[in-house]
Protein backbone atom coordinates (compact mmCIF):
# COMPACT_ATOMS: atom_id res chain seq x y z
CA UNK A 1 0.00 0.00 0.00
CA UNK A 2 1.29 3.40 -1.07
CA UNK A 3 1.04 6.22 1.65
CA UNK A 4 0.53 10.04 0.09
CA UNK A 5 3.23 12.05 1.28
CA UNK A 6 3.68 15.90 1.19
CA UNK A 7 7.00 17.74 2.35
CA UNK A 8 7.27 21.66 2.52
CA UNK A 9 10.43 23.39 1.10
CA UNK A 10 11.78 26.79 1.94
CA UNK A 11 13.04 27.22 -2.22
CA UNK A 12 12.93 29.50 -4.89
CA UNK A 13 9.58 30.99 -6.10
CA UNK A 14 9.02 33.97 -8.86
CA UNK A 15 6.81 35.17 -11.19
CA UNK A 16 8.19 35.05 -14.85
CA UNK A 17 6.02 37.97 -16.97
CA UNK A 18 5.96 37.53 -21.21
CA UNK A 19 5.45 41.00 -22.25
CA UNK A 20 4.82 42.42 -18.57
CA UNK A 21 1.82 40.06 -18.16
CA UNK A 22 2.84 37.35 -15.55
CA UNK A 23 2.21 34.22 -17.33
CA UNK A 24 4.93 31.68 -15.29
CA UNK A 25 5.48 30.44 -11.87
CA UNK A 26 8.97 28.56 -11.79
CA UNK A 27 11.29 27.79 -8.68
CA UNK A 28 12.11 24.40 -6.44
CA UNK A 29 10.06 22.29 -5.31
CA UNK A 30 12.37 20.91 -3.25
CA UNK A 31 16.43 20.65 -2.91
CA UNK A 32 18.62 18.05 -2.70
CA UNK A 33 20.68 17.33 -0.33
CA UNK A 34 19.09 19.69 2.38
CA UNK A 35 18.04 18.33 5.97
CA UNK A 36 14.54 19.24 6.93
CA UNK A 37 12.73 20.56 9.74
CA UNK A 38 12.02 17.33 12.83
CA UNK A 39 8.69 15.73 11.19
CA UNK A 40 7.73 14.14 14.24
CA UNK A 41 11.23 12.00 15.77
CA UNK A 42 13.09 12.06 12.62
CA UNK A 43 15.01 14.62 9.77
CA UNK A 44 14.86 14.00 6.05
CA UNK A 45 16.85 14.68 2.73
CA UNK A 46 16.33 14.03 -0.94
CA UNK A 47 18.97 12.29 -2.32
CA UNK A 48 19.83 13.80 -6.46
CA UNK A 49 17.75 11.97 -8.68
CA UNK A 50 15.03 10.71 -6.61
CA UNK A 51 12.35 12.08 -8.59
CA UNK A 52 14.10 11.37 -12.13
CA UNK A 53 11.74 8.33 -13.11
CA UNK A 54 8.78 10.11 -11.79
CA UNK A 55 9.45 13.15 -13.86
CA UNK A 56 9.62 11.20 -17.20
CA UNK A 57 7.46 8.89 -16.88
CA UNK A 58 4.54 10.29 -14.16
CA UNK A 59 1.19 12.48 -14.76
CA UNK A 60 2.01 15.75 -12.72
CA UNK A 61 0.22 18.48 -11.84
CA UNK A 62 0.39 21.70 -10.14
CA UNK A 63 -1.80 22.79 -7.64
CA UNK A 64 -2.33 26.12 -5.61
CA UNK A 65 -1.93 24.53 -2.18
CA UNK A 66 -2.49 20.99 -2.60
CA UNK A 67 -5.91 21.92 -4.01
CA UNK A 68 -7.07 19.85 -6.68
CA UNK A 69 -9.98 22.28 -7.79
CA UNK A 70 -6.58 24.90 -8.65
CA UNK A 71 -4.73 23.25 -11.29
CA UNK A 72 -2.31 25.31 -12.19
CA UNK A 73 -0.97 23.08 -14.79
CA UNK A 74 -0.16 19.67 -16.02
CA UNK A 75 3.16 17.52 -17.48
CA UNK A 76 1.06 15.84 -19.38
CA UNK A 77 -0.40 18.95 -20.63
CA UNK A 78 2.92 20.70 -21.54
CA UNK A 79 2.04 23.27 -18.87
CA UNK A 80 4.05 21.80 -16.27
CA UNK A 81 7.92 21.34 -16.94
CA UNK A 82 9.94 19.40 -14.18
CA UNK A 83 13.66 18.74 -14.06
CA UNK A 84 16.12 17.68 -11.95
CA UNK A 85 19.04 20.54 -11.61
CA UNK A 86 21.65 20.74 -9.14
CA UNK A 87 20.03 22.38 -6.50
CA UNK A 88 16.89 20.25 -6.41
CA UNK A 89 13.46 19.64 -8.43
CA UNK A 90 13.21 22.20 -10.60
CA UNK A 91 9.55 23.39 -12.39
CA UNK A 92 7.77 26.12 -14.59
CA UNK A 93 4.37 26.50 -15.20
CA UNK A 94 2.22 28.27 -17.31
CA UNK A 95 -0.53 29.16 -14.69
CA UNK A 96 -4.11 29.65 -16.58
CA UNK A 97 -5.04 33.25 -17.54
CA UNK A 98 -7.80 33.38 -15.44
CA UNK A 99 -9.28 36.34 -13.12
CA UNK A 100 -8.64 33.53 -9.56
CA UNK A 101 -5.12 32.52 -10.78
CA UNK A 102 -3.93 36.29 -11.44
CA UNK A 103 -5.88 37.62 -8.33
CA UNK A 104 -5.11 34.61 -5.60
CA UNK A 105 -1.60 32.76 -7.39
CA UNK A 106 -0.02 35.06 -9.16
CA UNK A 107 -0.15 38.32 -7.25
CA UNK A 108 0.67 37.04 -3.95
CA UNK A 109 3.97 35.56 -5.67
CA UNK A 110 5.01 38.48 -7.48
CA UNK A 111 4.57 40.52 -3.89
CA UNK A 112 6.34 38.27 -2.15
CA UNK A 113 3.56 37.32 -0.08
CA UNK A 114 3.67 33.36 -0.77
CA UNK A 115 7.53 32.05 -1.62
CA UNK A 116 7.51 28.41 -0.55
CA UNK A 117 6.73 25.62 -2.24
CA UNK A 118 5.76 21.45 -1.55
CA UNK A 119 5.77 18.38 -2.92
CA UNK A 120 3.30 14.97 -2.98
CA UNK A 121 4.69 12.22 -3.32
CA UNK A 122 4.95 7.99 -2.61
CA UNK A 123 7.90 6.89 -1.27
CA UNK A 124 9.37 4.11 -3.86
CA UNK A 125 13.16 3.57 -1.53
CA UNK A 126 14.40 4.96 0.71
CA UNK A 127 16.97 4.30 3.42
CA UNK A 128 17.44 5.09 7.42
CA UNK A 129 20.02 5.79 9.15
CA UNK A 130 20.84 7.23 13.14
CA UNK A 131 23.16 9.82 12.87
CA UNK A 132 24.47 11.50 16.21
CA UNK A 133 21.59 10.21 17.48
CA UNK A 134 19.12 11.64 15.01
CA UNK A 135 17.30 9.36 12.60
CA UNK A 136 17.87 10.54 9.06
CA UNK A 137 15.79 9.27 6.33
CA UNK A 138 16.85 9.61 3.00
CA UNK A 139 14.20 9.75 0.03
CA UNK A 140 16.11 7.53 -2.99
CA UNK A 141 12.98 7.34 -5.23
CA UNK A 142 9.74 9.43 -5.22
CA UNK A 143 6.66 9.11 -7.43
CA UNK A 144 5.61 12.40 -7.66
CA UNK A 145 1.96 13.23 -8.01
CA UNK A 146 2.18 17.90 -7.49
CA UNK A 147 3.90 20.34 -7.26
CA UNK A 148 2.39 23.47 -5.21
CA UNK A 149 2.77 26.60 -4.10
CA UNK A 150 1.96 27.28 -0.78
CA UNK A 151 1.04 29.92 1.66
CA UNK A 152 1.87 27.90 4.79
CA UNK A 153 4.47 25.94 5.01
CA UNK A 154 3.42 23.11 7.21
CA UNK A 155 3.43 19.28 6.94
CA UNK A 156 0.18 16.67 7.18
CA UNK A 157 -0.40 14.59 10.13
CA UNK A 158 2.68 12.68 11.32
CA UNK A 159 1.08 9.48 11.29
CA UNK A 160 2.21 8.86 7.72
CA UNK A 161 5.89 9.95 9.24
CA UNK A 162 5.82 8.29 12.31
CA UNK A 163 4.83 5.12 10.89
CA UNK A 164 7.63 5.46 8.34
CA UNK A 165 9.87 5.76 11.34
CA UNK A 166 8.59 3.27 13.27
CA UNK A 167 8.50 0.42 10.34
CA UNK A 168 12.52 1.41 10.37
CA UNK A 169 12.92 1.19 13.91
CA UNK A 170 11.87 -2.16 14.17
CA UNK A 171 14.28 -3.66 12.41
CA UNK A 172 17.55 -1.01 13.17
CA UNK A 173 16.42 -0.10 16.88
CA UNK A 174 17.38 -1.95 19.87
CA UNK A 175 14.33 -2.77 21.91
CA UNK A 176 16.04 -0.93 24.84
CA UNK A 177 15.35 2.06 22.55
CA UNK A 178 11.84 1.58 21.71
CA UNK A 179 10.31 3.55 24.67
CA UNK A 180 11.41 6.71 22.98
CA UNK A 181 9.10 5.81 19.97
CA UNK A 182 6.06 4.79 22.21
CA UNK A 183 6.69 8.24 23.83
CA UNK A 184 6.84 9.81 20.76
CA UNK A 185 3.39 8.55 19.38
CA UNK A 186 2.02 9.05 22.48
CA UNK A 187 2.66 12.73 22.47
CA UNK A 188 1.84 13.00 18.70
CA UNK A 189 -1.54 11.96 19.77
CA UNK A 190 -2.57 13.71 22.60
CA UNK A 191 -1.42 16.61 20.47
CA UNK A 192 -4.05 16.04 18.01
Known amino acids: MKTRETRIATAELRVVAADGTPTKIAG??????SLSEDLGGFRERIAPGAFA???????IRALWNHDANIVLGRNKAGTLRLSEDSAGLAFEV??????LVRDMVM?????GDVNQCSFGFYTMADKWAKVDGEWIRTLLEC???DVSPVTYPAYPSTDVA???LQAAQASA????ELWRTDLMRRHLELSQ
Not at 28 to 33: C, P, S, V, Y
Not at 53 to 59: A, E, L, T, Y
Not at 94 to 99: F, G, I, K, M, V
Open 143 to 145: ELF
Open 28 to 33: HAAKFD
Open 173 to 176: VPPA
Open 107 to 111: APIAR
Open 53 to 59: KSIQSGD
Open 162 to 164: VRS
Open 94 to 99: DAPDTQ
